[in-house]
């Protein structure tokens, strides 16, 4: 799964590294969570735009957002059947930028799980498998929201939990964009767990676990030794 996420690459970096025609401002975040406004690119007329959506989706038929479960992962294995997402995935795809990721693993002796922080090797930005939706919420009000497409875990990542967000190569970005009707089958092929010598993993301190912490220190390396861990739960 992917529950909480990085994004501290400048505007200008990103704008640069996606060859985007905008990028909105934005401050460095340390410690995102589901229900706060992300970056998101998509598609707009043949070239790529930045904006900002809910993490979170919402199906653009929903009636009572407030009913919904909190989408903010789409499993790969089933996310053109579930009603949740099929619509979505068949023509509002995008890329969702970000620094680095967390994960928990439980570990023995220890009251609470241990954070790991996962990012790419040569500290460019990673970039996640996306949804969108745009929502009528009253006759004024359209909501923006997103979802991370997960897969299987990669094997490093196998020993701290059993899935990851799906991250694209550089060369998958057009693919997954387009607004052509791409064949499912295409698309499907891209939704793999990424190369694990193209990433990078250290424990972090458990002062991620609360979202209101929001600093450069969550994504430094601690000591932590041999923790036995145990194997990761699927979510």
Same mark, same amino acid.
């Given at each position: ?9 400048? =505007? ?8 985007? #025609?905008?990028? =909105? &401002? ?11 406004? #992300? *970056?998101?690119?998509?598609?707009? &007329? ?7 959506? $809910?993490?979170? @989706? *919402? ?10 479960? @909190? ?14 997402? $099929? ?5 509002? $795809? ?70 990851? =967000? ?5 060369? &998958? ?12 089958? *295409? ?7 990424? &190369? =694990? ?21 969550? *994504? ?16």
């Amino acid at each position: 799964m992917c529950g909480r996420f990085s994004l501290y690459h400048t =505007p200008a970096v990103l704008q640069k590294w996606y060859q985007a #025609i905008s990028m =909105p &401002d934005f401050e460095p975040h340390y410690n995102i969570a589901p229900t706060q406004q #992300i *970056v998101t690119i998509d598609n707009t &007329d043949g070239e790529r735009k930045a904006s900002f959506k $809910r993490w979170g @989706l *919402v199906p653009s038929w929903a009636k009572d957002v407030s009913s919904l479960p @909190l989408l903010h992962n789409a499993r790969g294995e089933t996310v053109t059947d579930k009603p949740m997402f $099929r619509q979505a995935f068949r023509r509002r $795809r995008c890329l969702i930028p970000a620094s680095g990721f967390y994960e928990w693993k439980t570990v023995r002796d220890q009251k609470s799980k241990q954070p790991f922080y996962i990012s790419s090797s040569d500290g460019n930005p990673l970039t996640f498998a996306g949804l969108w939706e745009s929502t009528r919420i009253t006759d004024n009000e359209t909501l923006n929201t997103c979802t991370i497409i997960t897969t299987s875990a990669n094997d490093m990542l196998n020993p701290i939990h059993n899935r990851m =967000p799906v991250i694209f190569e550089r060369e &998958d970005w057009d693919t997954w964009l387009s607004i052509s009707s791409a064949e499912i089958e *295409v698309l499907t092929r891209l939704i793999k767990p990424a &190369d =694990p010598d193209q990433m990078q993993v250290w424990g972090v301190s458990h002062a991620v676990n609360k979202v209101k912490s929001d600093q450069p220190e969550l *994504v430094r390396p601690i000591a932590y030794g041999d923790m036995n861990m145990d194997k990761g739960e699927d979510a």
